[in-house]
């Protein structure tokens, strides 16, 4: 029989890594089928701005309750900073690539990761 704890990090842990496992696999194929070099706006470009870091994110906390070991605490850990420093990074690069066009994108799509948080 499987203790409190074994049951809830495969209920909650599964479905959050299987949910950014397909997610980031879904991304991969709407990216290589849309982009061209410009600036893209609709399909999950139109719920949050870096769709690819949110799906990633879900999978690698997923992993971390999923199986709670130091590496996937540390790979959750560690996706988190660099993914949130770096989403800063880039969206300088795309201002500076994009100009006017990413600041209005911006203001349509306000969530940078997390629709309703961030």
Not at 39 to 59: C, N, Q
Not at 66 to 76: G, H, N, R, S
Not at 94 to 115: D, F, H, S, T
Request: proline share 4%.
């Amino acid at each position: 029989m499987l203790s409190f704890y074994a049951l809830a990090s495969l209920v909650v842990g599964g479905p959050l890594t299987l949910l950014g496992a397909y997610l980031c696999l879904r991304w991969w194929i709407f990216w290589r089928r849309n982009y061209a070099g410009k600036l893209l706006t609709h399909g999950p470009y139109s719920r949050v701005r870096h769709p690819f870091y949110s799906a990633f994110l879900l999978l690698a906390v997923g992993l971390a309750i999923l199986f709670t070991i130091m590496e996937t605490v540390m790979l959750a850990t560690l996706s988190i900073v660099v993914i949130l420093f770096y989403v800063k990074r880039e969206e300088a690069a795309l201002l500076a690539q994009y100009g006017k066009a990413y600041r209005e994108y911006m203001q349509k799509v306000p969530w940078r990761l997390i629709p309703g948080i961030y």
